[in-house]
């Protein structure tokens, strides 16, 4: 059994899942759950705000950043688990390994939104990128 986990975790119903997953399997292992802000997200809110938003949406990441490691925190909590969590700027799936790699984390779990042929190819995949650059076991929770 691995002695550390890396849960990517973004809020979303998947990753709840994945969440989950980790903290019923990994008893005895030391769970941590990142949330990637990713600047090109910011993109749509500038064309579509303008200057402004643009100032702002580093903060408003942070905010939503914050938001989303307490619903991880309290997910962990109602499994009597006490959570870490951190934060990554930029690409999630490059945040994701790279934390992995730099922190000696023996499993990575995240979730899968289900996407397959053209939402795939169109949208990418965190999670078959994950898979693919990890040097670690990947478990993929649907």
Do not use: C
Request: no cysteine; charged share 25%.
């Amino acid at each position: 059994m691995p002695d550390s986990v890396l849960v990517a975790f973004d809020g979303s119903p998947p990753s709840e899942r994945a969440l989950t997953y980790a903290v019923e399997n990994f008893l005895n292992a030391t769970i941590v759950a990142t949330y990637v802000i990713n600047p090109i997200d910011s993109i749509a809110d500038v064309e579509s705000g303008g200057l402004p938003v643009a100032e702002g949406w580093y903060d408003d990441a942070q905010e939503r950043a914050t938001a989303i490691q307490t619903t991880a925190r309290t997910l962990a909590a109602d499994h009597d688990i006490e959570l870490e969590t951190v934060t990554g700027v930029g690409k999630p799936a490059r945040e994701i390994v790279r934390y992995a790699e730099e922190h000696d984390i023996d499993q990575i779990v995240m979730g899968s939104h289900g996407r397959s042929g053209v939402g795939r190819a169109i949208l990418g995949s965190v999670a078959e990128a994950v898979t693919r650059r990890a040097r670690i076991p990947v478990t993929i929770v649907r």
